[in-house]
């Protein structure tokens, strides 16, 4: 009985999620209550406040829920075979692509996206370590391939997520958006230099 109880719990929450990710799009986060939350899945305020004690916590999770797709595209690409300085050129103008979709058709939804990186939620720290960590994991892998010069494979990923932050973090995206240079292959063509 107890785990049909958590199941119903999280399918809940999932519902909750879904239904504020819709309303963020429509209205933007930050008009968005979670009155009008409740009143779209029939319940309520005091109902969403079981499953979230704040509105900040479903903020967080629809943003969560953002950077949980671009891990995932992250992750798949990163399990391509394949050299690795194609697999990593792969993967940033991916993240890229991904950030510059979403501000093109889902400003709304990109603003909450922006935010969490404007004002340091500790989320945006967690999506970060994620990435590092697969960034990593391609350098490591074209070092042991000799693809890379040996060395610290995390501290390569850090420096190469920061070299690329232009085109991976939301808002430099978009205030970066009117300088034309270095492009997206020429920043990766030096990171992948630094790493040979």
């Known amino acids: 009985m107890k785990n049909s109880t958590a199941v119903k719990e ?6 909750i999620i879904g239904v504020a990710e819709r309303l963020f799009q ?8 979670v009155a009008d ?20 916590e479903i903020n967080a999770a629809v943003c969560r829920r953002i950077f949980g ?30 950030n510059a979709r979403r ?3 889902d400003r709304k ?8 990186h404007n004002e340091n939620w500790s989320i945006t720290h967690e999506h970060y370590e994620k990435m ?10 074209g070092m042991a391939a000799g693809e890379f010069k040996a060395g610290d494979a ?3 990923a850090i420096l190469v997520r920061s070299a690329c932050i232009r085109y991976c973090h939301p808002r430099l995206m978009v205030e970066c958006a009117q300088d034309p240079e270095p492009t997206t292959d020429q920043m990766i063509d030096f990171c992948l230099a630094a790493l040979a």
């Open 10 to 15: 999280n399918d809940t929450q999932i519902d």
């Open 26 to 33: 429509e209205v933007g986060f930050q008009k968005t209550t």
């Open 37 to 56: 939350i409740a009143r779209e899945l029939r319940m309520s305020p005091a109902n969403v406040y079981r499953f979230f004690s704040a509105k900040a």
């Open 69 to 98: 797709e671009i891990e995932a595209a992250a992750e798949k690409i990163a399990r391509s075979s394949g050299p690795a300085s194609k697999t990593l050129r792969s993967l940033i103008a991916s993240i890229e692509d991904l």
């Open 103 to 105: 501000f093109l058709s």
């Open 109 to 116: 939804l990109h603003e909450l996206f922006e935010t969490a």
């Open 132 to 141: 590092d960590q697969i960034l990593a994991q391609i350098i490591r892998q």
């Open 154 to 156: 995390e501290l390569a």
